[in-house]
DNA sequence: TCGCTTCGGTAACACTGTTTCTTATGAGAA
DNA sequence: TTCTCATAAGAAACAGTGTTACCGAAGCGA
């Protein structure tokens, strides 16, 4: 029912083009909204109450509609999923957009390092969903690759600009390179997250310790 | 009804000390047998056909047994699982005796990294189930910690015979040190086991640089 | 042998993701 | 305007999960 009050809303679209094009495009333009609700719908549940209440019913309910509108606009759970990882995705790259660029490609590392650590901190319910495993049946697939990779593009942009510099060794691909930081430091936030690294302190001890080991090697290279 | 034939075999320490007590070591030997039964049939479901397959209907299905019968033995499902992670561990903890020791403490912690490595390729849903969050709701215990730490303790006695040769410093912590180490090459098994790293060598390549930017870091600091 | 306790199996409950069936609504034709 | 029909949405069912309540049977002490 609140479904149909919204969808009359962008009816002024209706006065262009064709009767039978517009009645499709109004269409679509309603399940992309729709979509878009359901979606903020299930971020809303993921970041209120964590990854494991975002259910279909769940999600449903929040909406006011029959878990049907979801396997009608996702195929399935994971295409939901799907979506919110995409969110996630934005999120991250909006913190990563955040770090003030530095003229010292270390310190600008270990800043990245550092807003990648809060943003597992502030967004745990998102980053259980992407890189933790919280729906095991979710595998990226092209779309969400190429969303991961653009939040981490700050980073590849980092490695690539040092090691043009000669600050960093470019006998080993650039990716290679970024993938090598980013899982060492996923490794510690999800150890972390499942409750093996001890209190939030520790857990950060480690990361830091990881930043500074992994750096100090990659940019020690061309040093002597 | 298989239960009774195995609770039988061991009737022979029925003769031992006197009847009452001997009845309840005689239960509580049963019951120790049962579970042990309980979690090779889990094990066996849990490597033959992955973490999700490991359900308690199914275990009690495979035991030829009722579901009651995990709940008298083990609380619930986690109780179970709990006890996987701790065969998990012996696994693990086996892995590294298999590597043998090397005076040069850098090639050891290789060794020692890529037998990790090949716990992870080799005992996949293993893997999983400790520390791939497989079980969302599982968290390990102070049973699951010990276990943890006796499985790493090679890694362990390694760094701190390093940190007292002076080979690594020991301005931080041993635990920091290894903590470290190990959710580093976790982060790159976790993320490659969720298809973020491409394919197996892809993600071996990554693996073994984080294993060489570490440990050219910590064995690095004392050389000049 | 009798009574009791304990233990295990059946069936149910409350969930999950997913699908089927039915109904109602709304668009196009007469 | 009215009628037909296709589409879409909701209710309910299905198959599965972890877990628990009930109930009968079996084994033990007296």
New binding site residues.
């Given amino acids: ?1 609140k ?2 009050l919204i969808s009359n809303e962008d009816k002024p679209s209706l006065s262009t083009g064709r ?2 094009k517009t ?1 499709q495009e109004a ?1 679509l333009q309603n399940t992309e909204n ?1 979509r878009k609700l359901v979606v903020d719908a299930a971020a809303a549940i993921l970041q209120e109450e964590g990854p494991e209440a ?5 999600v ?1 309910q929040k909406m ?9 606009l996702f195929v ?3 295409g939901l999923a799907q979506q919110l990882y995409l969110e996630g995705c934005k999120l991250l790259a909006q913190r990563f957009e955040e770090v003030p660029p530095s003229s010292d490609l270390l310190q600008h590392l270990l800043d990245l390092g550092e807003a990648f650590w809060q943003f597992g901190q502030d967004y745990t319910s998102y980053y259980k969903l992407m890189f933790g495993g919280a729906f095991a049946e979710f595998k990226p697939d092209e779309e969400s690759m190429q969303g991961t990779m653009t939040a981490i593009r700050r980073l590849l942009i980092l490695i690539s600009t040092a090691q043009q510099q000669g600050q960093i060794s470019d006998k080993e691909e650039t990716q290679t390179i970024v993938n090598t930081i980013w899982a060492s430091l996923h490794g510690v936030i999800h150890l972390y997250m499942g409750g093996f690294l001890g209190d939030v302190e520790a857990a950060h001890t480690v990361y830091k310790q990881t930043m500074v080991l992994l750096s100090r090697s990659l940019f020690a290279v061309s040093k002597p």
């Fill in positions: 029912m479904v149909i009767v039978l009645y269409r729709l975002v259910t279909v019913r769940r449903s006011g509609c029959s878990t049907k509108i979801i396997y009608s399935n759970k994971e």
